[in-house]
């Protein structure tokens, strides 16, 4: 291991900014960006509506060198560490205007009446900044999807896309495209591949930029948290008030970050973020595509990982019941060890895995289904955007001569784990694939689980939703 460094250092307002956690300012190392912004007299645009990545009023944009090109995305920082800022460059709505000069995105959101009581204006407006700085001439579904995580309670959303679709309709000339080989020497000058490990009286934080330092920090430090993308973890500290005492931060291991075709199977490094796989998934595995256009919003799926959805081993994680129909499986290293596990065995129970205190998730392996494989994946919620799953399903089916010759059926929030409807599957199993055994075999269904009545619905809209899951795929089959 590098010698370790004690701070860490970001740009910010076109400097190099660097933060120690020695005891001498009230920062802690899992302090958010969202607090650390509210504390400046001159930055208080940032704003908090609910400090789970729900709301989007505290969206702000991070730059980082990716193929020597300034790459940006948006993310909540309530949700972020500070530590995960190393290496970058922040942009907070206050960093846009050029002198007295608003930036295309705010100087449209004026001209289109975009705001009213303007709560939500600044994370709107580092949503459109990310949009600008993404995408020319976005179409309405993309500019949709960048304002998915924003939520508005009084302009309406109108104005604002007319907003979007005039901004991001000009050349990006922006000050931030003619500042970028300066901004780029600055982020190069702080780039380290050192671990970064951070011991204050009370926490312990650990952030390893290689694979080999994160497996030898994992079995120094067993019982440290592993936080990828924090998009679970943070909720602990922001939501149940837990002072996380011992972390290690992968989130920035670049090893972890590919999607790499193989003959006969994906390879996914579990610290790839779900928007990135996203992109990788549109022409490989549209299932897996469908089901990450409406998993949280853009500033969630920019940093939330495959690992992380398949590490909090949730019933309701919205990977899970489709990876169990992909016949997924999870590789786990340590320093010593190497295995390969079916992500059905590896996912034991309510938030539970099989996950040693020295082993990592490192890639996640996804077969090429045998040709003519039916693979679809369904989730059912409140809204169609940034929602909990109430029930979810990811099911798979092989026919031969019109007959089921092999059929997974899996679902979300029908049990405290992921869990595969086994006896329907049984039932299914060579039969012919038939309205009338399809209604059979809804019977059967409604037997096999006993899902639970929660807020977000009763035991019984969960079953006839999982029977009517499995209707619908049925009809989306049947030749
Ligand atoms: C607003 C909001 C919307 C959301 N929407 C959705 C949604 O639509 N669908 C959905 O399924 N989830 C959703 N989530 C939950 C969350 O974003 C996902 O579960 C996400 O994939 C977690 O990834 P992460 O990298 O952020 O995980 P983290 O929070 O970093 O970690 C999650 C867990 O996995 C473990 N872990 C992470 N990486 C590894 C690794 N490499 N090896 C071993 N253990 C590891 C951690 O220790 C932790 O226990 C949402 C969350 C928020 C806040
Ligand atoms: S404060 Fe609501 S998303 Fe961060
Ligand atoms: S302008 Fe009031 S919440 Fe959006």
């Known amino acids: 291991m590098n010698e370790p460094g004690y701070h860490i250092q970001f740009v910010f307002n076109d400097k190099v900014v660097s933060l120690s956690f020695d005891g001498s300012t009230e920062l802690k190392p899992t302090t958010t960006v969202l607090n650390y912004l509210r504390s400046f007299p001159f930055h208080k645009g940032v704003k908090e509506g609910c400090a789970e990545g729900d709301c989007g009023a505290c969206t702000v944009v991070l730059a980082e060198i990716k193929n020597d090109k300034l790459h940006y995305t948006t993310i909540d920082s309530c949700l972020v560490f500070l530590p995960m800022l190393h290496g970058k460059q922040l942009i907070t709505v206050e960093n846009l205007a050029n002198g007295k000069e608003l930036h295309p995105v705010q100087q449209q959101m004026v001209e289109q009446s975009g705001s009213q009581c303007g709560y939500c204006t600044p994370g709107i407006v580092m949503s459109l900044f990310g949009l600008y700085k993404n995408h020319h001439k976005?179409?309405?579904?993309?500019?949709?999807?960048?304002?998915?995580?924003?939520l508005c309670r009084c302009t309406g959303y109108q104005p604002i896309i007319k907003a979007a679709e005039i901004a991001c309709s000009?050349?990006?000339n922006d000050?931030?495209?003619?500042?970028?080989?300066?901004?780029k020497a600055l982020l190069n000058e702080i780039n380290t591949h050192s671990p970064i490990v951070i011991e204050t009286a009370k926490q312990k934080y650990y952030k390893p930029f290689?694979?080999?330092?994160?497996?030898r920090l994992r079995s120094q430090y067993p019982n440290a948290i592993i936080v990828n993308g924090a998009t679970d973890i943070a909720l602990r500290q922001t939501k149940k008030r837990e002072l996380l005492d011992e972390i290690i931060d992968i989130s920035d291991v670049k090893e972890l970050k590919y999607f790499v075709e193989k003959q006969d199977y994906y390879s996914i490094g579990a610290g790839l973020q779900m928007e990135q796989l996203k992109l990788y998934a549109e022409k490989t595995l549209p299932a897996l595509y469908q089901m990450l256009q409406i998993f949280g919003s853009l500033q969630i799926r920019n940093v939330a990982t495959i690992g992380g959805n398949i590490g909090s081993a949730s019933p309701i994680g919205d990977t899970l019941p489709l990876l169990f129909a992909y016949k997924a499986k999870v590789k786990l290293q340590s320093s010593i060890t190497e295995r390969i596990c079916n992500i059905e065995d590896f996912i034991k129970g309510y938030r539970f895995t099989d996950l040693q205190k020295d082993e990592l998730i490192t890639e996640v392996m996804i077969p090429k289904p045998p040709v003519g494989t039916f693979i679809?994946?369904?989730?059912?919620s409140r809204r169609k955007d940034l929602d909990i799953s109430t029930v979810s399903a990811g099911f798979s089916l092989l026919l031969e001569n019109n007959k089921v010759k092999e059929i997974i059926l899996s679902y979300g929030g029908m049990a405290a784990q992921t869990i595969r409807a086994g006896k329907t599957e049984q039932f299914l199993l060579r039969k012919e694939w038939s309205r009338t055994f399809i209604e059979d075999a809804m019977e059967i269904l409604q037997e096999e689980f006993t899902?639970?009545?929660d807020a977000r619905a009763e035991a019984n809209y969960r079953s006839t939703v999982a029977r009517n899951l499995l209707l619908k795929f049925f009809a989306e089959t049947s030749l």
């Open 138 to 150: 976005p179409n309405r579904v993309v500019i949709e999807d960048a304002l998915t995580g924003n």
């Open 376 to 380: 679809k994946s369904y989730k059912v």
């Open 451 to 453: 899902p639970l009545s």
């Open 210 to 215: 290689t694979l080999l330092d994160a497996l």
């Open 170 to 172: 000009i050349e990006d």
């Open 175 to 183: 000050k931030f495209t003619l500042n970028s080989v300066k901004t």
